[in-house]
């Protein structure tokens, strides 16, 4: 779709982006061979639906079940498959860590030792969080920078922590430190190419001072890292589209993930209601919004069917106030399927309304998988909602004469 | 579909490509939330999508609302994004003007400029048709040939006029003149690549020559270049699919167009039913022959609902005189949709009927979006038409064993 960027106009119209993380499910035995969707009341997304097309939405390919940084930078209209986000990246932008262009970020764990040298615990006996919090302070204290690269400790939950190396000429090609099996030594971060041989001195630097720094410890002796990324280059959403956009959620990685797309992203809060307020005051001034609700996966994830259900029944509930600051063209959609069968993301297509006053001839008048199924959309790639909002907002000039 | 010329198979089947410019259409709010289609009375339309299979087919790509060019390419089985069609080779094709495979083809306007050399009206007032024909008539007796190179002058409406530079080494790599704002200077035709260095002398010594000639106009008293374009480079029509090829159309553009694909484009008249004429006297000689109608995307331009009804009840009134010749394969689509409710061309996919004895199971028994959508084809490229009527003529082998 590179085509859309010389189509790009300028108008007034804006464009709501409603993501229910996790909404699509599939038939439970349990509850009628209902899906979440269907067993839900949900009269105002109905509403919704009657007048809007609809479709399904695949985020990534058939067959693909998606995280949730694939998943939205789909929905977003970039390739997913093309620009990875790694684990590293994906890790600082959950605890909320603005990560800089030239970042290397990190997963790491603390483990267990051995006299040997050997790993004992790759986790370090899960230590509480509080310790480990402890521990990655005293680091932080005592290892800020090395060669003149800073060193950046965040703690994470239990053994866990996060990493960032800030600095010129980084790399994030060498080779990880965890031996992935207890009972085998760590494994030097060697460089997987020239370029990354500054970094790979870093790193070595840095776990021997580490080393010495943890030696007293009795779980916590050692740490492991792993998943070693550098931010996805990516043109700004607001370049891509030409849109003032600005992205409301409650759940720290979504907020990082669109302030790497470079939208605004303002801490509102910590639930749903909190998001909706913010929309209510600050969305009138933006092309573009994109709104986050979370508890639908979290429900799916827990493989709770009925918290699922009634956690649709809460955003339909809360549809008439979102959509009382009337935008032009509306997407309600799921980033990924989080079925409660299943208890986790999947591969199935997200049900995906999309009204604008000239969307299309639809005869869908309920939001559930099966009815989007048979919708004026069809069954379609996630990364083509964008070019369609923008179609049906009028924001795209015609191609070719 | 590289693979297809490799499958290619004569035999004495026929195919007919019905195209309705502009056809499809969205629920119109004043007209029952019904489209064109839905409101129109279409027996003869409904009788052929019973006995064929229906569904989608989309120009270009979701969200993208195509020209003419690219929507018609795209019918053809021209990959429209690679096959770009410049805009002087369009206005060349609208006038009737038979381009050759070298020329350089050029918009031109008259405008006015004033005694500071800045660009005062790029209109030159909207001087009348009858008026630019003579000036157009005094440039060309005066400026036949400049280095060498062949300058063709064809008048427009209005204050446009087309140029077409024929001769060897040229290229449409140049600046375009046109400031695009009044109260600037226009600008020079410099090359964009060494290879258009040529092309561009000639431009600056034909400017040159032509304000002089123009200097005692009142209000074109100079001229601004844009849309340099060279004829597409694509494989003939005939010889991409094996078929001997008729183009029936009244309309210029779509005969320029066709003749640049190499089908035979017969002018015929200047109506449909002279183009329906003429498909009942020579459509028996050709394997392929497309036939093109007008009026419904005129309407639909205009954002007359009830005349793009009215234009769609007399094609429907036309078609058992058209299918008298009975083809064996018959295709009945748009090339883009033209919704009387957004008054110009549109994203929406295109209801398509396809119908030969063997085109598959199908349960839809109208021709309007809606049931086309439900249709046995679903929704796919209209690149795919032409593979898909291929085979349905049973003119394409098996692909490997």
């Known amino acids: 779709m590179e085509i859309l960027r010389d189509l790009l106009k300028e108008n007034k119209t804006r464009i709501l982006f409603l993501v229910a993380d996790g909404i699509g499910g599939v038939p439970h035995p349990d509850y009628g061979n209902k899906t ?10 109905d509403e ?5 097309v609809t ?9 693909i079940t998606p995280g949730s940084g694939p998943a939205h930078l789909s929905l977003f209209g970039y390739d997913p498959v093309k620009h990875n986000i790694g684990r590293g990246v994906l890790e600082a932008l959950g605890i909320g860590f603005k990560l800089e262009k030239n ?5 790491g764990n603390f483990c267990t030792l051995g006299p040997d040298g050997l790993v004992l615990d790759r986790r370090a006996g899960r230590i509480p969080t509080e310790e480990s919090g402890e521990i990655v302070k005293k680091l932080q204290e005592a290892i800020k920078e090395i060669d003149g690269v800073q060193i950046i400790w965040r703690p994470g939950k ?12 980084l790399s994030d090609r060498v080779v990880e430190t965890d031996p992935q099996k207890e009972g085998k030594p760590p494994v030097e971060p060697e460089p997987l190419e020239e370029d990354a041989r500054k970094t790979s001195e870093v790193l070595k630097k840095l776990i021997s001072r580490a080393k010495e720094i943890l030696k007293d410890e009795k779980k916590a002796n050692f740490i492991l890292l792993r998943g070693y990324a550098k931010p996805p280059e990516l043109v700004p959403f607001p370049e891509k589209y030409g849109l003032k956009s600005l992205s409301l959620a409650y759940y720290p990685m979504y907020k990082g993930l669109t302030r790497l797309l470079g939208m605004d992203t303002p801490d509102v809060g910590d639930s749903f209601e909190d998001v909706i307020k913010a929309y209510r005051e600050m ?13 639908t996966d979290k429900a799916g994830e827990d493989g ?4 699922k259900v009634d956690r649709i029944e809460n955003l339909d509930r809360h549809l008439p106030e979102i959509l009382g600051l009337k935008p032009d063209v509306i997407v309600v959609t799921g980033d990924h399927s989080t079925p409660s069968l299943l208890a986790g993301h999947s591969w199935h297509p997200n049900p995906t309304i999309l009204y604008s006053p000239h969307a299309g001839a639809d005869d869908v008048h309920i939001y559930t998988e099966r009815a989007c199924k048979r919708g004026y959309l069809g069954i379609i790639p996630a990364m083509k909602l964008m070019p369609l909002a923008l179609a049906n907002a009028l924001r795209l000039k015609k191609f070719g004469a």
């Not at 979440?36 to 997304?45: F, G, V």
């Open 36 to 45: 979440e969707l269907e067993y839900a009341k949900t009269p105002n997304l």
């Open 48 to 52: 919704l639906a009657a007048r809007s």
């Open 55 to 63: 479709g399904l939405t695949i985020p990534v390919d058939h067959g």
């Open 103 to 107: 970042d290397v970020a990190i997963r």
């Open 158 to 169: 239990e053994h866990r922590f996060v990493l960032v190396l800030r600095g010129e000429g």
């Open 283 to 295: 969305g009138g001034e933006y092309d573009y919004v994109y709104l986050h609700y979370k508890d």
């Open 304 to 307: 709770d069917f009925l918290k």
